[in-house]
């Protein structure tokens, strides 16, 4: 067994006490999304950011620390601990025995290539191991979002009012076409965009919209809005906004459709979101590929790490 040496040691108390942060960050990051409050990208962004280094630390933690106990304690307590920031059960356990093996294995690879190389490429040895380990990560911010979702309503968890935001907007034109009013956004209430349908109905039939009187105009508006009422089966006094309408009927019409199958809407989500992730780390790998890069090179200029010439044996099989 090779000798520990404090700068190995450092380097893994450091890597874990990162990587648990990163999880601690992301299970706040988690909490904001799945309760629809995500107004700003800038928490999003300190996340991704503390698990770029983190994932960076990894690598570099799996190249340079020999002790191979010491690098396999501290992958396993770094992703351990954040499991316990959920509410602990069997499945969580399970989940959490999956994510450690595939994290070691992660180590195991990319020290494999380390060992095999002839050379020193961050690219070549990061390959194998670093996307698994993303993986891994994908995993454990998927469980802390299911842990969110299942306290909302599970449609509500699938369908957010951002993402309905969202379309509305992108749908404006056509949902325009499609009711025959001028405007149709989700700030508006339900008796501007009814007095907008009466004052085109009324310019098809060659009646100036100021020529009808007021109690006119809201008999009309009455009519109107218990019509609307009566289809959709709720309840309207004209003040609603026409997104808080619109999304609430969506989710209970959802409901209704699912029935006792809503229960699994949020595994649903879960995986989408965790399909969502694995995406994103794409793009994440090739900046972990360049942390990593400027944070060897600042180890080097500090002297933490020296260059040496080593001679590698290699066992093959040949004909005798």
Request: proline share 2%; with cysteine.
């Amino acid at each position: 067994m090779n000798k520990i040496s404090l700068k190995e040691a450092i380097v893994c108390v450091l890597y874990a006490c990162v990587m648990v942060g990163s999880f601690w960050l992301w299970r706040s990051t988690t909490q904001v999304i799945a309760e629809e409050a995500f107004n700003s990208y800038g928490q999003f962004i300190v996340s991704i950011s503390s698990l770029i280094l983190a994932a960076s630390l990894f690598g570099i933690a799996a190249i340079f620390v020999r002790d191979a106990l010491l690098i396999h304690a501290s992958i396993a307590v770094s992703i351990a601990v954040p499991f316990f920031f959920v509410p602990f059960n069997t499945i969580i356990l399970g989940v959490m025995a999956l994510c450690v093996l595939l994290a070691m294995f992660a180590v195991r690879r990319i020290r494999k290539d380390v060992s095999l190389s002839r050379g020193f490429s961050v690219a070549t040895m990061f390959k194998s191991g670093v996307p698994l380990f993303l993986t891994v990560c994908g995993i454990v911010i998927s469980i802390f979002y299911l842990n969110d979702v299942q306290k909302k309503d599970a449609i509500r968890a699938i369908f957010p009012r951002p993402a309905f935001d969202i379309t509305i907007r992108a749908l404006g034109g056509p949902l325009r076409s499609l009711t025959g009013s001028e405007k149709f956004t989700s700030e508006e209430t339900v008796d501007q965009f009814i007095q907008g349908l009466i004052k085109k109905q009324l310019d098809d039939r060659g009646i100036h919209f100021d020529q009808v009187s007021s109690k006119e105009l809201q008999r009309l508006l009455s009519e109107q809005r218990k019509e609307i009422a009566r289809s959709y089966g709720i309840t309207l006094t004209g003040n609603e906004k026409l997104g808080d309408v619109f999304y609430t009927t969506i989710i209970e019409r959802m409901n209704d459709l699912l029935g006792p199958y809503r229960v699994y809407v949020p595994y649903a989500s879960a995986v989408a979101f965790f399909l969502a992730f694995k995406t994103l780390s794409i793009f994440l790998y090739f900046v972990i590929l360049g942390v990593a890069f400027f944070l060897i090179k600042l180890m080097i200029i500090m002297r933490i790490l020296t260059r040496k010439t080593e001679q590698i044996d290699i066992e093959r099989l040949t004909l005798s």
